[in-house]
């Protein structure tokens, strides 16, 4: 115990010491996804716990990883940070990461949120639910994500264009729990119900809902908190979905470290910092998601919906399915 709080100590020492002297090897690189607002505290706090700079770089998913394979040797990314399994699952694949060795980083994030041969981690958890009109539409009307293809909901149901990554990975996991024909027969009862054409984006799909387009849709959760943080009436609320079976679709923001990272002893301490408490809350409280570690209180319009029972399938599914979901997706007419 003693020997464990000397290290601590001497360790602490050495980081505050000499900060100026060691800018230049101190400076972690990362490429990212996630918009710069939701970030960069996550950034600032890193920095101010560790004296370890970060520069970092923003684009969409698909352009990060192309750009870190276009870059190969060269790049100056350590670490990849992007949202959605199917996309971390497509950086592994596309050979852009390495497996990251680190004993905190595995028993902190459960199996099922993170790649078997450690190429990614999920550090911050969101759910893609079933949400209704709070008024027109009673909580105990639906249950399954499958009650949604039901003709009892024709005209009545807003939904998300199936080119974005998170239905992809919705269907990519039905398929996993159910079977291709199973899940086929639900999305074309989606469809069938559908009120509009689908939208570009989650926030239109629960403004749809609250303006009367439709009483129900399927979001993710982070979006719904962003809208009740502005507007605490919004009419809106989550259906915890699957709770006898299943359990509710979820899916992670994520983070590896680069294949030619020039730094990958910066990238494991970024990492292991990643599943603090500290970082953890910064993701709970500025995006409304759900910590992946254990204990840490999410923010106080996410706490107001209450807990559920998240599906356990591993989110490699998402990717391993995901051209099976998309062409399932254009089978059923979901534009
Ligand atoms: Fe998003």
């Not at 998170?166 to 074309?188: F, P, R």
């Not at 799909?205 to 303006?211: F, G, M, S």
Request: aromatic share 8%; with cysteine; net charge positive.
């Amino acid at each position: 115990m003693q020997r464990r709080t000397f290290l601590t100590a001497l360790t602490a020492a050495l980081i505050a010491a000499p900060v100026s002297a060691t800018v230049a090897a101190e400076t972690l690189t990362v490429y990212t996804s996630r918009n710069e607002q939701l970030i960069q505290p996550v950034f600032d706090a890193f920095t101010k716990a560790t004296g370890i700079t970060v520069r970092f770089t923003t684009d969409k998913d698909g352009a990060l990883i192309e750009r870190l394979k276009a870059e190969g040797e060269n790049t100056p990314a350590d670490v990849l940070i992007t949202v959605d399994a199917g996309n971390l699952w497509l950086a592994k694949r596309s050979g852009v990461l390495q497996p990251l060795t680190s004993d905190v980083v595995l028993q902190k994030i459960p199996a099922h949120l993170r790649d078997a041969d450690n190429h990614w981690f999920g550090v911050s958890l969101r759910a893609r639910t079933v949400m209704r009109h709070v008024e027109r539409v009673r909580a105990d009307e639906i249950a399954r994500y499958e009650d949604l293809a039901d003709p009892k909901w024709k005209g009545r149901l807003c939904l998300r264009t199936s080119k974005n990554v998170y239905n992809q990975s919705l269907v990519a996991t039905m398929i996993a729990d159910l079977g291709e024909a199973k899940t086929e027969a639900i999305v074309k009862g989606w469809v069938a119900n559908l009120a509009t054409l689908p939208f570009p984006n989650d926030t239109a799909v629960l403004e749809a809902i609250a303006q009367g387009i439709c009483d129900v849709g399927i979001t993710n959760t982070y979006y719904l908190g962003r809208l009740v943080a502005k507007n605490p009436q919004f009419p809106v609320v989550p259906v915890w979905t699957n709770q006898q079976d299943r359990g509710v679709h979820v899916n992670v923001s994520g983070v590896g470290v680069t294949k030619h990272a020039k730094h990958p002893e910066l990238a494991k301490r970024f990492i292991e910092w990643l599943v603090t408490s500290d970082a953890q809350k910064i993701f709970a409280e500025q995006n409304h998601e759900y910590p992946v570690v254990e204990g840490t209180p999410v923010s106080p319009v996410v706490a107001r919906w209450g807990t559920f029972q998240a599906s356990q399938t591993p989110l490699s599914k998402a990717g391993e399915l995901q051209r099976a979901a998309v062409q399932l997706m254009d089978r059923a007419g979901w534009r």
